[in-house]
C-alpha cells in the first residue's frame, strides 16, 4: 500500500510539472525551415490524424509562424496548415524576408519617369520593335542605356524593354522628334486610349476578409487583409472615374461572413462582382497572379480582367481556374476572384506593397470591365 501511495504521488507530481510546461511556443515571423523528408503532409490540425491539405518535398523551404504540440503552421494555397517540426531544418539565412526585400530596393541608380499614359515598352530602340507591355505616367525605372531618342530601362521582373525618351522626363535631342514640347499623337508610341466607359453599371468590390480574420500572413507579418483593403480604395475610386456606380461589401477592418457578402450583391442589379485576394504559400518561390470562377456564364469575365491583369503587371501569370468558391456559387451577378500576388515570395511582395502596383491593379480592373461590357 506504501508503495501504490508513494506510486500515485509520483504520477501527480509528474502531471503537475506537464501543466506547468507550455505547450504552445511562436517561430520568429517568417523564419523558414527546409523539408528534409522525401515527402511531408501538410494537415489541417496539428496531429496526424488530421485531413491532410496537401504535400511537401525534400528541398522545399517553408515560412513558419508559430509552434504547438511539436508542430509549426504555415499557409498551404491559403489555408492555415500545420508541418510536423521534426522534419525540418532551419535554414542556414533565416533573417526576416523583408530585410531581403529591403536591399534589393537600396541601389542608387539613374532613374527615368514615364510622362504619358499607354507608353508602348518595346523589345528595342525603335517603333518597328513589338511591345512587350505598357506603362504609365509617374512610373519611375532604372535607367540601363541610351540609344537615340530611346531609353532602355530595367524592368521589374529582371528583364529589360525601350521606352521613347520624349514621353519620359529624360527626353534626348539627338533624332527626330522635337523634344521640348511634346504632342502626343497616334504614332508617337503612346497606346491610343480607345476610350469606353463604365457609366450605368454596377460593380461589386469585396475585399477579401477582414476584421478579426486577417486572411493569409506573409513574410514579415503583413496581413492579407490590410493589402487588399488598400488595392480596394484604389479600385474602387477608379472605377468611379470611369464611371461605374460602385458597391463595396465592407468599408473598414471588420468581419463579414461569405453569405453576407453574397447577399449584397444580390440586393443589387449587379452587373459583375469581383473579390480581391492576396495568395499565400509555404514554398517561397511560389508565385503570379490568378482569376477563379465559378459557373460558365463567369468564364468570359474571368478571361478579359485576367488578360487586362496580366498585361499590366510585371508577376507570374497563373492563369484562370475554375473553382466552385461559396462567394462565387452564392452570388447570382457575373463573379470572379482575384488572387493577385503571394504575399509569401519575396519579389511578389516587395511589388504588391508599391502603390504603382495597386494602381495597375485598378487599371487592369477597370480596362478589363470596359472590354466585358463592350
Excluded at 256 to 263: G, H, K, M, V, Y
Excluded at 277 to 297: C, E, K, M, R, W
Amino acid at each position: 500500500m506504501r508503495f501504490l501511495r508513494n506510486f500515485s504521488f509520483s504520477i501527480g507530481f509528474l502531471l503537475f510539472l506537464l501543466l506547468l510546461i507550455p505547450t504552445t511556443g511562436h517561430a520568429q515571423e517568417g523564419q523558414t525551415y527546409e523539408v528534409s523528408s522525401a515527402v511531408l503532409n501538410v494537415r489541417s490540425e496539428p496531429s496526424n490524424n488530421a485531413e491532410i491539405l496537401g504535400l511537401l518535398s525534400k528541398g522545399n523551404n517553408v515560412m513558419v509562424f508559430q509552434e504547438k504540440y511539436g508542430w509549426v503552421q504555415t499557409y498551404y494555397g491559403g489555408q492555415v496548415g500545420w508541418i510536423a517540426k521534426h522534419h525540418l531544418i532551419p535554414t542556414t539565412n533565416n533573417q526576416p524576408a523583408n530585410d531581403n526585400v529591403a536591399t534589393t530596393t537600396t541601389q542608387t541608380l539613374e532613374s527615368v519617369t514615364i510622362t504619358a499614359n499607354g507608353v508602348n515598352i518595346r523589345t528595342g530602340p525603335d517603333t518597328s520593335y513589338s511591345s512587350i507591355g505598357s506603362t504609365y505616367a509617374g512610373d519611375t525605372y532604372h535607367l540601363v542605356a541610351t540609344e537615340g531618342d530611346w531609353h532602355q530601362v530595367s524592368l521589374a521582373n529582371g528583364s529589360k524593354g525601350w521606352v521613347a525618351s520624349w514621353l519620359t522626363d529624360k527626353a534626348t535631342t539627338t533624332g527626330n522628334t522635337t523634344q521640348s514640347t511634346p504632342v502626343h499623337t497616334v504614332d508617337d508610341d503612346s497606346t491610343v486610349n480607345t476610350g469606353g466607359s463604365l457609366a450605368g453599371y454596377n460593380i461589386v468590390i469585396d475585399p477579401g476578409h477582414g476584421g478579426n480574420d486577417p486572411g493569409a500572413i506573409g513574410l514579415g507579418g503583413v496581413y492579407e487583409k490590410d493589402l487588399v483593403s488598400s488595392t480596394s480604395d484604389i479600385v474602387v475610386q477608379q472605377l468611379r472615374d470611369a464611371g461605374a456606380d460602385v458597391i463595396v461589401t465592407r468599408l473598414g477592418d471588420y468581419y463579414i461572413s461569405l453569405d453576407e457578402r453574397a447577399q449584397i450583391s444580390n440586393s443589387y442589379n449587379t452587373d459583375a462582382f469581383i473579390s480581391l485576394h492576396y495568395n499565400a504559400f509555404p514554398i517561397l518561390g511560389v508565385q503570379g497572379v490568378s482569376t477563379y470562377y465559378s459557373s460558365d456564364t463567369d468564364h468570359q469575365l474571368a478571361q478579359s480582367v485576367h488578360s487586362s491583369l496580366v498585361s499590366n503587371v510585371n508577376l507570374n501569370n497563373r492563369g484562370i481556374i475554375q473553382e466552385h468558391y461559396k462567394v462565387l456559387r452564392s452570388t447570382y451577378a457575373p463573379s470572379i476572384l482575384m488572387e493577385l500576388g503571394f504575399i509569401t515570395n519575396p519579389y511578389d511582395l516587395s511589388m504588391i506593397q508599391t502603390s504603382d502596383y495597386q494602381y495597375k491593379v485598378a487599371q487592369a480592373i477597370t480596362n478589363g470591365l470596359i472590354n466585358y461590357f463592350n
